[in-house]
């Protein structure tokens, strides 16, 4: 089956920094990759997602990209702020289910 | 829309017994998943339902089990506790015609099995 795996597991950046969390697959039939952010407590939420036929999206001051190539997909968050701190989740969708990674906790230091 | 709903949204039981959880998706949602989340695993993809079938199953035991009724809700049962059940339990529905849809999540059922 896929085979999802997301680094790095623990983030923090100064308010203002740039973060990147990266997702690899492995199975070449994914064709659907969302984002999600779950807070403290909280179901996580779709940020952004992106389709295999894609290679890049943006929404505002996150943005995703995908390398369907070498099978990586990476989320962006630019102009960094505290209440960007949560946990992130990537995923990949193989036509039959969803498989997940196992998350990157960010932590933005004002 | 009203979002996707779950009850109860906290749970304690002991070993041996059994639960029930119940997941309302999302009006006109026809499908439903359900992941057990814990801090080591991650999201781990339980069984989705569409339109009252089950159409795919993760690699849980058979102590796990679901359903789904014809207004798209859907309960799992989960029989036999044991103390490695203790998890947050998260179902979220899309509409499903195709497979890939957008998943939307409920605020999950935290289990704690004594």
């Known amino acids: 089956g896929e085979n999802v795996e997301q680094h790095p597991s623990t983030l923090s950046v100064q308010e203002g920094d740039s973060a990147v969390i990266k997702c690899t697959y492995s199975d070449s039939a994914s064709n659907y990759f969302p984002w999600y952010k779950q807070e403290l407590g909280k179901r996580p939420q779709l940020i952004i997602d992106?389709?295999?036929?894609?290679g890049e999206k943006k929404d505002q001051r996150i943005a995703v990209t995908l390398n369907k190539t070498a099978k990586h997909f990476s989320l962006h968050i630019t102009e960094t702020q505290p209440e960007d701190s949560a946990v992130y989740f990537c995923a990949a969708n193989t036509g039959n289910q969803f498989y997940f990674g196992t998350g990157t906790s960010l932590t933005v230091i004002p | 829309k009203a979002g996707v709903t779950q009850t109860p949204r906290y749970l304690i039981k002991t070993r041996g017994q059994q639960v029930t959880l119940s997941c309302s998706p999302i009006s006109g949602h026809r499908s439903v998943s359900w992941y057990q989340q814990t801090p080591g695993q991650g999201l781990q993809f339980l069984f989705e339902y569409f339109s009252e079938t089950q159409r795919n199953k993760g690699n849980f035991p058979g102590r796990f089990s679901g359903r789904q009724f014809s207004n798209s809700r859907s309960e799992m049962n989960v029989s036999t506790l044991e103390l490695g059940d203790s998890a947050l339990y998260l179902c979220?529905?899309?509409?499903?015609?195709?497979?890939?849809?957008?998943?939307?999540f409920g605020p999950g059922t935290r289990l704690t099995v004594l």
């Open positions: 979220a529905s899309s509409l499903a015609g195709t497979r890939a849809d957008t998943q939307y």
């Open positions: 992106i389709r295999s036929n894609v």
